[in-house]
């Protein structure tokens, strides 16, 4: 287990949407180099935790620090206030999404897709960002499908190109939610397998998933919340199969096979 500075840190981190409360004070803390799954029932909160990261969704109260800085919100006097959309923009760099629907640019190739926003956004040339993609699109097993459109990918070819684009801003942090429940199941397990190398390359991420064998496999810690709150945390291995909370029990009881 790594035991370095954490690189992400949530703290009592709070949502409400309306008097709904979707986050109920959640603290995680994120090893670099570490994978850490969240899992846990519909509706417990782990796409809010996630999209709260990389300033997707506001939060109400407590604070994500980043390598010790406070993300989103900076301290003016007494108050908290929003940091500037110019800075809100630079510390959302530091993060890459991959979405459960891929959400590729349809009318853009696959080289597009992945040169789009390092060449716009990070000011590339096209020629670096188009030689890093072809890196990338190798990386992923899909450098013959370059010049192709999305609609011409099945869904784990699209899955893939999508954390090909994800990585070719080279972000400090990758956020998953649900990578593989939008796919046929025989599609799935080429996306696992990239995202596993990228753990075993040593990518620091955090990942919403449902694939309970994987999350064993790749985790260093596994979160699991419930209804807005982490129930419980630690080794894959403690909490799908020895964990001493009922609700966690029943949980992986009915996801779990073996
Ligand atoms: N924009 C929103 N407005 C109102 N309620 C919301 C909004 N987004 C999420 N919620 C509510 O917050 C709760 C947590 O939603 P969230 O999407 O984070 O759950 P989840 O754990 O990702 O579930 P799933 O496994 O189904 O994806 C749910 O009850 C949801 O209805
Ligand atoms: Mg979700």
Avoid at 224 to 248: F, L, T, Y
């Amino acid at each position: 287990m790594n035991v370095a500075k954490p690189i992400l840190e949530l703290v009592a981190i709070t949502k409400q949407f309306g008097s709904f409360v979707a986050l109920k004070g959640v603290d995680i803390e994120i090893a670099p180099g570490s994978v850490t799954c969240i899992v846990g029932p519909s509706g417990s909160g782990k796409s809010t935790l996630l999209r709260t990261i990389n300033g997707l969704e506001e939060i109400d109260g407590g604070a994500v620090f980043f390598k010790g800085e406070m993300i989103g919100q900076t301290v003016r006097g007494q108050h908290r206030v929003p940091v500037s959309s110019k800075q809100a923009r630079l510390q959302k760099l530091n993060f890459g999404m991959v979405f459960q629907t891929f959400n590729l640019f349809p009318n853009r190739t696959v080289m597009e897709n992945v040169t789009l926003a390092p060449i716009t956004v990070r000011g590339h040339s096209r020629k670096s960002a188009r030689a890093a993609a072809l890196q990338l699109l190798e990386r992923v097993g899909l450098e013959h499908k370059k010049d192709r459109y999305p609609n011409e990918l099945s869904g784990g070819q699209q899955q893939r190109v999508a954390i090909a684009r994800a990585l070719a801003m080279e972000p400090e942090i990758l956020l998953f939610d649900e990578p593989t429940s939008a796919l046929d199941p025989e599609l799935v397990g080429e996306v696992l397998a990239v995202i596993k190398s990228l753990a075993e390359q040593g990518s620091t991420m955090l990942i919403v998933t449902h694939e309970m064998a994987f999350a064993q496999d790749v985790a260093d810690e596994v979160v699991m919340m419930a209804d807005g709150e982490v129930i419980e945390r630690g080794s894959p291995k403690q909490v799908v199969h020895n964990s001493s909370h009922q609700r966690a029990r029943e949980f992986f009881s009915s996801v779990v096979a073996s």
